[in-house]
């Protein structure tokens, strides 16, 4: 069973704060990693994709990927509390599946 | 604006009625999908499509039916078999099935059993 781990949170950081979010995986074959943000309520929103090992930046936000330890993480940087949602790991092994994570919540702090 | 259309935003289940959810997208993606998703759960496939008029199950299928008679279009029938529907449904899109591309979702639907 292809698993995907989160943390639930929630993390709370002040606002200005680097927030860290991590992410787990059990398959070794996976291929592409994706981190989507979802608002309380609403629909999970794309923020970045990694397919490569190494630091991949966009904004305020840096995805981290290490194949070795089969963890993938995001940083935001400069939180704001209109970062404050749900943030889903999903991870794919090259076919139609993609498994999501159950979120971590971040809660950010004015 | 390319995007994904999910209708109805809420929807009502009576005892042994089955109902359809709609999902509409103007992307041009070959590939589209339905979730479930459950309070403090991850995303659970249900089915997808790699192409028009092809369909494959997901993990949890049962008590679910899909079409994809056009590319734009993939309603979800949640049928009387599925005992306990109430939860919120996701479309997604994706340029096709492969792992690298990543899937943009709807707005979703909100279903509960009256």
């Known amino acids: 069973q292809k698993e995907v781990e989160q943390n639930s949170g929630p993390l709370s950081v002040p606002e200005g704060a680097i927030a860290s979010l991590n992410c787990t995986y059990s398959d070794r074959g996976s291929q592409s990693f994706f981190w989507y943000r979802q608002y309380s309520g609403k629909s999970p929103e794309l923020i970045m994709f990694i397919y490569s090992n190494g630091d991949k930046e966009d904004g305020r936000f840096t995805a981290q990927l290490n194949k070795a330890s089969q963890y993938v993480s995001l940083l935001i940087r400069d939180s704001q509390p209109s970062d404050s949602a749900t943030y889903l790991c999903a991870v794919n092994s090259g076919g139609f599946k993609t498994i999501f994570g159950a979120g971590t919540r971040l809660f950010v702090k004015a | 604006d390319g995007g994904i259309t999910q209708s109805p935003k809420y929807l009502f289940r009576k005892e042994g009625q089955n109902v359809t959810l709609s999902c509409e997208q103007n992307l041009n993606h070959d590939a589209m999908y339905w979730y479930r998703q459950d309070p403090g759960q991850g995303l659970r496939l249900i089915y997808y499509?790699?192409?028009?008029?092809?369909?494959q199950k997901g993990d949890i299928a049962e008590g679910y039916s899909v079409s994809r008679e056009k590319k734009e279009s993939f309603p979800l029938t949640v049928t009387s078999a599925q005992k306990n529907p109430t939860a919120f449904y996701l479309c997604?899109?994706?340029?096709?099935?492969?792992?690298?591309?990543?899937?943009?979702f709807g707005d979703g639907t909100r279903l509960s059993i009256l």
């Open positions: 499509s790699q192409i028009v008029n092809d369909f």
């Open positions: 997604a899109s994706s340029i096709a099935a492969t792992g690298n591309q990543p899937q943009h």
